[in-house]
């Protein structure tokens, strides 16, 4: 089927979107008859349906994405040169107008059921590190257990190192430290982890008491060596206690193998899909993120909701200009006060350091079409489909409602995934317009090409092409082929940045404050 060479999305809309590249002369078909383009316009960016006086709004999905910085003629490319960002945030809300709850579906997948409760999607081991001074010792532990070694245990996935930059030098109980704990001690209860061991050098601030007192991170071991047997823990060893980098090294090879021999017993089961938490993230977005992949990954999101399970929202600074339509579906006036919360604080934060919300796009997103954040940010919560919002955490904090939720991150890739798998995401949903090439071990990330084209030229990387909306796919069933092939990630299927080996450096704590 051809392709029409431009896409009105709202009949208020007084731009569309070219779904080719427009040359000067060329005729394309707009809701008023036939506009010859006056500019070239590059595939993904808007072109002017009618005239745009100075200072008025471009809308675009039928909402306002900034303001004419000049006339645009009919036909004109509108992009940074004559459109910029002019965007107010709500401060106050007092009643909400949340949706009925979908339908309901009792659909199963196949996973882990872990003795502690809660299901996994997949059987690793890991290792984590609670600061920069033992990441290449838990390093050097992963590397023991190479593919030929790992052959002795066929049902485990693997054994990985999560490592990070930071543990040390920062206020003892400031945000920087809180956000680390909270997110390493994430990550030891995680259900795609049959077993974790902590390491740490023995001087660092982000002390495994600290972790056992703020997150319940119960230790393996007395401080004399003991082991407490009067309940189950994480084995912590700190490498100035056992002699340094060789003896921490063999110390943690052997409790690495004792878990590997347990984990090897797990064994999948059918388990209702109310226990899969799927993480919603975009990044290397382009001009057709809000158009295709969004709002496919957004009828998903609302089938997962439906089964009885959890859709995490996130990357705050990517909401922003769009906080006004998941304030409207928020449950309660105090769930939207959370949200509204959240975006104050990030506009203080980003204030500090002479920054505005507005310097998100990024230069690729802008090269790609997405001229303002509001234009980006309402393509982007369109990964959040249409039921109502639940809740709002904190970067990493545990996921327990069911449902929508929105969680609190940066909106750097590595970083905002990394808050949402420590908060218990068992499978990301990743859409992509410029090609990001992504995994996050021990979660599989199922990554959406937002066109065909990119799904053609990144096919090794790529797994669903949900630029067939483009061809005439309805969005609804592109939703249903994308929560059809989280089903089956999740039962063990593999993705495309698994079968790469992608996934091993992309554990990137969010940590706010300075370094002392």
Not at 341 to 364: C, H
Request: charge should be negative; charged fraction near 20%; hydrophobic fraction near 40%.
């Amino acid at each position: 089927m051809s392709l029409t060479k431009l896409l009105c999305l709202h009949p208020r809309d007084n731009v569309g979107v070219a779904l080719q590249t427009l040359h000067p002369g060329d005729a394309v078909t707009v809701p008023q008859g036939t506009l010859a383009v006056q500019q070239a316009v590059p595939a993904g960016h808007k072109l002017a349906l009618r005239e745009i006086p100075a200072d008025s709004a471009v809308l675009k999905y039928g909402e306002p994405i900034g303001r004419a910085t000049q006339t645009i003629r009919p036909g004109e490319h509108v992009h940074s040169q004559n459109l910029t960002d002019e965007h107010t945030v709500i401060t106050t809300v007092e009643r909400t107008a949340p949706p009925p709850s979908p339908a309901s579906r009792a659909d199963t997948f196949d996973g882990y059921v872990r003795p502690q409760g809660g299901v996994g999607t997949r059987n690793y081991v890991a290792i984590v590190s609670t600061v920069n001074c033992s990441a290449s010792v838990s390093r050097m532990v992963a590397a023991k257990f190479d593919a030929e070694r790992m052959k002795r245990w066929p049902h485990v996935d693997g054994v990985i190192a999560l490592v990070h930059e930071a543990g040390c030098a920062m206020a003892f109980d400031g945000l920087k430290h809180q956000m680390l704990s909270r997110t390493l001690a994430g990550m030891t209860r995680h259900h795609n982890l049959a077993g974790t061991v902590l390491i740490g050098l023995g001087c660092e601030q982000n002390t495994v008491g600290y972790m056992s007192d703020r997150h319940q991170v119960v230790p393996l071991f007395a401080a004399d060596g003991r082991q407490l047997t009067d309940h189950v823990g994480t084995p912590v060893l700190t490498m100035q206690d056992e002699g340094g980098t060789r003896r921490t090294i063999e110390k943690a090879e052997a409790l690495v193998e004792e878990m590997l021999e347990q984990a090897n017993t797990c064994r999948r089961q059918p388990v209702a899909a109310s226990h899969l938490t799927v993480g919603l993230e975009c990044g290397g977005s382009d001009g057709y993120s809000g158009i295709t992949a969004n709002p496919a990954v957004g009828a998903a999101a609302d089938r997962i909701v439906a089964a009885g399970g959890a859709a995490i929202l996130s990357e705050t600074s990517e909401i922003y200009g769009a906080e006004h339509l998941l304030v409207r579906r928020s449950r309660s006036p105090q769930v939207a006060a959370k949200l509204l919360e959240r975006i104050e604080w990030w506009k203080g934060y980003v204030a500090m350091f002479g920054q505005t919300l507005d310097n998100n796009p990024s230069v690729g997103n802008k090269a790609g079409g997405l001229t303002t954040i509001t234009e980006k940010s309402l393509g982007a919560v369109s990964k959040s489909g249409s039921t109502a919002l639940e809740a709002v955490y904190e970067y990493a904090e545990p996921v327990t409602s069911r449902g929508l939720c929105v969680m609190d991150t940066p909106g750097f890739d590595p970083a905002s995934v990394t808050g949402k798998v420590a908060g218990g995401a068992n499978v990301i949903l990743f859409t992509t317009g410029r090609g990001s090439c992504f995994g996050c071990k021990p979660t599989p990330s199922i990554k959406i090409a937002t066109n065909t084209a990119l799904f053609e030229r990144l096919d090794e990387d790529m797994d669903l092409d949900a630029g067939t909306i483009l061809a005439g796919a309805a969005v609804p069933a592109v939703g249903e082929a994308i929560y059809q092939a989280v089903l089956r990630v999740a039962s063990g299927e593999k993705t495309k940045s698994e079968g790469l080996g992608i996934g091993d450096n992309e554990f990137v704590p969010w940590a706010v404050g300075p370094t002392l």
